[in-house]
């Protein structure tokens, strides 16, 4: 893999024909780090965020060595990484998933919202001696969203008197018994947290059962031109709160698993202006590809003109088009660019770590990426160098 000083010096060097995926690995690691040494428990990354062995093997070597899988080509491709703990968390799993996960792979943490859910895993994971005695089984809990970006309480999710009487079955079923939520990915500030941990408290005491383990997953922010969090810090200490005043033993686990914090920072997307008419611009990615958040959920991203000599142009807002020839394929921003951006300009697209590569699909013959690391700073962190939070630009 090339490495380049930043991706102004990539551009210069190779006038790439394709759009290009930048890693930052040592941005993943840092966070990781950050993660590893603030969060008042255990840090599982969400697998599905990115799947590129660079920020993979960043994230391992900065201490991460649990992952969250949610389906069964993520576990075999996990498990290949040697001393990891999996947990596979999708609430509704086949059969041969199931089966699969404990008898080839090893896997004992399963997560379901459902009795159905917890009679397939009863099954699929006896054997000739009867059920297993060895489940991690997690309680999958629906939870209000407040201030998340893409809310994901209506799919999955049990509560109130349904989830007690599930998680008293459950206990029946699990060596360890857990509950899990989540309150919505990009989530910028800790009240649902706050709300959720609340309705978890509750929900033990109506059970009256031992719980072994609080998965508070995932939903962490990362900064983007049109979203500044609050400190993650924050987040961690309305957790920390809510925990000691659990209806648990001092031995509880706490989990939590982050994707777009842990990975956001570190990718970028470098593309080329293919045409230019008045304020829009149409570039050689877009919503199918690496900008699917852009296109369908309105994320603005940070961008960069890479041409030397415009850094102090005045700036004017773009709307971005994708390469295919669905008129859907468009990003409206406002994305900030130097005013004489022109065709055959590249333009860097920050902090899309998180979900970019993992959504890119090849619609209409596109989809292929030049791959190369970068050894700058992203252009927004979270992160500061003395461990201490921050927002600032690179």
Known sequence: MERFASALEMVEAKKPDIPVLAARPHAAARAARWFVKNFPGEVAYAYKANHSVFLLGALYGAGITQFDVASLAELEDAATIPGVRLHFMHPVKSRTAIRRAYHEFGIRCFALDSEDELEKIVEETSTADGPAKDL??????????????????????????????????????????????????????????????????????????????????????????????????????????????????????????????????????????????????????????????????????????????????????????????????????????????????YIEIGNLGAYGRALAGGFNGYGRYLEVILLDEPMYTMYGDDDVQRSSKA
């Open 136 to 345: 991690e089984l997690f309680v999958r809990i629906s939870v209000p969203a407040k201030n998340s970006r893409i809310p994901l309480e209506r799919k999955f999710g049990i509560a109130g008197q349904k989830a007690a009487k599930l998680l008293v079955k459950t206990r029946l079923a699990a060596d360890e018994l857990g509950l899990t939520f989540h309150v919505g990915s990009q989530t910028t500030t800790p009240d649902a947290f706050v709300t959720a941990l609340s309705d978890i408290h509750k929900l033990i005491v109506k059970a009256g059962v031992v719980v072994d383990a609080i998965d508070v997953g995932g939903g962490f922010p990362s900064r983007y031109t049109d979203s500044e969090p609050a400190p993650l810090k924050s987040f961690f200490d309305v957790i920390k709160a809510g925990m000691d005043k659990m209806p648990v033993t001092e031995h509880c686990r706490l989990i939590c698993e982050p994707g777009r914090a842990l990975v956001a920072e570190a990718e970028s997307l470098i593309v080329r202006v293919d045409a230019r008419r008045g304020d829009e611009l149409f570039i050689n990615d877009g919503g199918y590809g690496a900008l699917f958040d852009a296109a369908n959920l309105g994320f603005v991203f940070p961008v960069k003109l890479l041409r030397p000599g415009t850094e102090s142009e005045p700036l004017k807002p773009f709307e971005l088009w994708g390469p295919t020839c669905d008129s859907i394929d468009g990003m409206k921003g406002p994305f900030m660019l130097p005013a004489s951006v022109r065709e055959g300009d």
